[in-house]
DNA sequence: ATCCCGAGGG
DNA sequence: CCCTCTGGAT
């Protein structure tokens, strides 16, 4: 499954826009239950008035509650941005640290965020367990862990830690085009011969006249 | 109504 | 383990 997935989605990349590890580190704190699409609108003017965490951590909480509303729990995001922007100028020097276990000491900064920021801002692999990425492998059956801990130690056996980053972006494009949440397009599914899940609940009905026509080698 | 690249708190 | 934070798209 894992090389179909690499011949589908071989540039999966981070969708989300940034300049700076600062602001890949803000952008993927803000994409919590929102879409990446939302984050990128909403972003330019955040960055334009706060650069740095020496900026967002002196603004005035007011404002940055007023820029971050249309990401959806606001005022919760904006203690998070603004708190680790203190945390990064007290404690790192204003720069974003590179290891793991310095990220999750950030408010707001959890194993996920700090996957992100280690993937696609220092080149370190790292698997990013979001909503996506844990319903994909439970459907494959690769685990059957719902905690994303878990999942993540999980997975991580399952695949050299070369591959974890690019792993993370397959299962997370994946799941946003294909595999969705609750009428996933079996039909229009690469993995649907190999998938365990596959016709598992209501499929979506755009492509379920594939199903029915599976194609030649049927 | 349900979902979106979650994290902190009880 | 649960609950809450929150707005926008579908």
Redesign the pocket.
Known sequence: MNRILTETYPD?????NFGTPFQLLVA??L????????VNLTTPALFAKYPTPEDLAAADPEDV?ALL????????????VMGLSAALVERFGGEVPGRLNDL?T?????????N?VLGNAFDVPGI??????G?LVRRFAWTDE???DKVERAIGELFPRKDWTML??RL??H??RIC???RPACGACPLAALCPAFGEGPTDPETAEALVKPGPFS
């Not at 950030?106 to 700090?114: E, N």
């Open positions: 999966a990349h981070c969708e989300l993927t704190v994409s919590a239950q929102t879409t990446d699409k939302r509650e509303k249309p990401t959806g729990f606001f005022r919760a995001k904006t203690k998070s999750v950030l408010p707001g900064v959890g194993r996920k965020t700090a992100v990013t367990v979001d909503t996506h990425f319903r719902t905690d994303p993370s972006h997370i494009w799941g946003r969705h949440a609750r």
